[in-house]
C-alpha cells in the first residue's frame, strides 16, 4: 500500500522578479493556462478573489482526457505563498502551493503538490496509478515553473 508521503512532488526555480509580481501572476489562476501542461483555463467563482475561502475552477487536459477540478484557496498570504486544495478543504484529495522566497537575483519559486487524502477518484486506485500521477505533477511542476520564469522574465 503506498503511503501519502510518497505522493508528493515538487520542484523550485530561480526568477528573475519581485517576489509580490510572481505571486500575483500565479494568485491570478485565470493565468495559469499560460504556464502550466496541463491547466488549459481557470474561473473564478463569481465574485471570488485569491483569498482564503474562494473558490475557482480549472479546466485541465492531459492527451486525449479532459477533465475539471473545483478548488478551495487557503493561503493567499501575498509575496509569500499561495496554495488550493483541490476538492476543497473539507473533503479535498490534493494540495497544491506556491511559495516565494527572495534571493540574489530574484526570487525563488517553489511549486508543491500533495495528495492529502485518499478520497474521492485517488480512493479505489490502484498504486501504480497513483505513483504515475505523482510522477505526471512532478513532470508538469517541472515544465510549468519553466514556463513563469519564461514570462516573467519576458523570454
Given at each position: 500500500m503506498v503511503e501519502l508521503s510518497q505522493l508528493q512532488a515538487s520542484g523550485s526555480v530561480v526568477i528573475?522578479?519581485?517576489?509580490?509580481?510572481?505571486?500575483?501572476?500565479?494568485?491570478?489562476?485565470?493565468?495559469?493556462?499560460?504556464?502550466?501542461?496541463?491547466?488549459?483555463?481557470?474561473?473564478?467563482?463569481?465574485?471570488?478573489?485569491?483569498?482564503?475561502?474562494?473558490?475557482?475552477t480549472g479546466q485541465n487536459q492531459l492527451g486525449d482526457f479532459k477533465y475539471e477540478t473545483r478548488c478551495e484557496v487557503i493561503a493567499a498570504d501575498r509575496g509569500k505563498e499561495f496554495a488550493w486544495m483541490v476538492g476543497g478543504v473539507t473533503d479535498g484529495p490534493a494540495l497544491w502551493r506556491y511559495r516565494f522566497t527572495p534571493v540574489d537575483g530574484g526570487t525563488e519559486v517553489e511549486e508543491s503538490s500533495a495528495v492529502v487524502r485518499l478520497t474521492g477518484p485517488f480512493a479505489e486506485m490502484p498504486d501504480d496509478r497513483l505513483l504515475g500521477i505523482v510522477a505526471g505533477n512532478q513532470a508538469g511542476i517541472t515544465t510549468t515553473l519553466a514556463n513563469l520564469k519564461a514570462v516573467a522574465e519576458g523570454s
Open positions: 528573475a522578479a519581485d517576489a509580490e509580481t510572481l505571486y500575483d501572476m500565479v494568485a491570478d489562476v485565470t493565468r495559469m493556462g499560460e504556464w502550466s501542461p496541463a491547466c488549459t483555463s481557470c474561473a473564478w467563482d463569481e465574485g471570488a478573489s485569491a483569498e482564503p475561502g474562494s473558490w475557482f
